[in-house]
């Protein structure tokens, strides 16, 4: 159903979104969302999304692999002639502690959050330019544990430890998007970066122990559900953004600042 104040408000109306990592928890309600806007969604991911609706294109993608990703992209704008707004959304991470770090975790973690981010910004950027279009947003998702540690004391033998690669990729995220936003200011592409914290997980949900001890840690008292950071990212988006450049809008319920 449609919220007319929304519109009023943040109008997507035929507005070409693209997320990557859309068949993730996050990505899926994002496209949702802005669906449910009236805009014409791109989603990126390299397992096929579920998303049923006329306004959805799916296109199969490992951004970390840059032809992929500029090919992609490249047949995404001759198509829509545009793509309004990017949305960096793709991000793993492992939970192995960081004496028993292997390698490949390593890889994974730098080559999809980090790496795979580049892909799609520079790439875009270069069609950008080339076929001079107009101007575009990026939102690079970033993570509150790109700014502060986790509190270990909140984690048990069976709970997902967070790793301190994740957390180093998000950081650059952060900086990256400080970064790009100059820089990009003059070709009229708008980049900002939302960091969400703790997402409840509807389906691996977290053990009741740690969900007890992680609300305590936040000023909120519960972690968030994808839905709250709709808010951020429709906002982030807009137009009505346009004079806010390189920012990280930080929804946590509190956690980073108690």
Partial sequence: MK?????????????????????????????????????????LDKTKCEVKNKNFNFYPTDIT??????????????????IDVIINNAGVSVFT????????????TINVNLKGTLNIINSYVKIH????????????????????????RIYGKKDNFNSEIYGATKASIIQLTKYYSVILSKL???????????????NKPQSSKFLKRYNNRVPMGSMAKPEDLHTGILFLASDKSKHIKGQNIIIDGGLSVW
Avoid at 65 to 82: A, C, G, L, T, Y
Avoid at 97 to 108: A, Q, V
């Fill in 3 to 43: 919220n007319l104040q929304v519109e009023k408000l943040f109008n997507f109306k035929d507005k070409v979104v693209l997320i990557t990592g859309s068949n993730g928890q996050l990505g899926s309600s994002f496209s949702k969302l802005f669906l449910a806007q009236g805009a014409r969604v791109i989603g």
């Fill in 129 to 152: 330019k080339n076929k001079k279009l107009i101007k575009s947003n990026i939102i690079n998702i970033g993570s509150v544990y790109g700014l502060v540690s986790p509190d270990f």
């Fill in 65 to 82: 692999i840059r032809k992929i990703v500029e090919e992609n992209i490249q047949d995404i704008i001759k198509k829509f002639k545009r």
């Fill in 188 to 202: 009229n592409i708008n980049m900002n970066c939302l960091s969400p914290g703790g997402i409840y997980s509807k």
């Fill in 97 to 108: 502690k960081f004496d028993k770090r292997t390698e490949e975790e390593l890889d994974k």
